[in-house]
């Protein structure tokens, strides 16, 4: 194992979607909604990068995260079984900034749907979640007894609205808005939200060591170009130079 890294025994992995998979692990964990995990399922140097995975939920000692199925190495981790072991570094990074008042707006798209439900779990009643696939929807039926309305848009039509979840959004109904998903969506919620409401936003990034060293995730700021695992991954809208 790798120095830093620690153990964590799986109890569960399942794909919940097509190519989306939900991975729960049982160990000594903990970590902020908007936190993330460096992860390894191989002792191998190739694939040589962990990869890192957001914080879906922490509860009864149990870890949960989700996962996009993209290249070897989260294709290595798909096909570990009940009681496998995984190499975990963290919690990294900045969480969200959470706030306990107002009437508040979660907007994701795809896999940005990730951190969303341990945020929701720590946040008041008064939040709304719009989420937008490409087709299938999924996830929300964890998220959804811990919000007041969940808004759905797809992009075929499938489920709920047919387009782009942006065009569900009303940015001038809320207090605080939290974003993640592709960078040109929270490009579009970011601008639909200046001058209007706060938004914070878990920016995307390739990520190769996770702490800050490698300086391979850097994105522009109105302070100069920062690491998304350093100083993200949550950064404040107004922050984020499109």
């Not at 922490?58 to 996009?68: A, F, P, R, V």
Request: aromatic share 10%.
């Amino acid at each position: 194992m790798k120095d830093g890294y620690k153990e964590g025994t799986i109890y569960s992995n399942d794909e919940i979607s097509p190519n989306i998979f939900e991975v729960i692990l049982e160990g000594d964990f903990h970590g902020i909604p908007g936190q993330f995990y460096m992860i390894r399922g191989w002792e191998a140097l190739d694939p040589f990068l962990a990869r890192p995975i957001s914080i879906a939920d922490i509860d009864s000692g149990k870890l949960k995260l989700l996962y996009e199925l993209k290249g070897r190495g989260t294709h290595i981790i798909s096909k570990l079984k009940k009681g496998d072991k995984l190499s975990l570094l963290g919690p990294l990074g900045n969480g969200f900034d959470l706030k306990e008042e107002g009437r508040i707006a979660i907007i994701t798209g795809g896999i940005g749907i990730a951190p969303m439900l341990y945020l929701a779990k720590n946040l008041p009643d008064e939040v709304d979640i719009y989420s937008g696939f490409r087709s299938n929807a999924y996830f929300l039926d964890q998220i959804r007894p811990y919000v007041k309305s969940v808004n759905i848009a797809t992009e075929d039509g499938t489920t709920g609205h047919k387009g782009f979840v942006t065009e569900l959004f009303e940015p001038s109904k809320y207090d605080l808005v939290y974003t993640c998903g592709p960078t040109p969506m929270m490009e579009v919620v970011i601008e639909m939200c200046k001058g209007i409401v706060p938004v914070y936003a878990s920016m995307e990034s390739r990520m190769a060591c996770g702490i800050g060293v490698c300086l391979g995730c850097t994105i522009e700021t109105t302070r100069g170009m920062e690491r998304v695992c350093k100083e993200g991954p949550v950064f404040k809208g107004e922050e984020v130079v499109i």
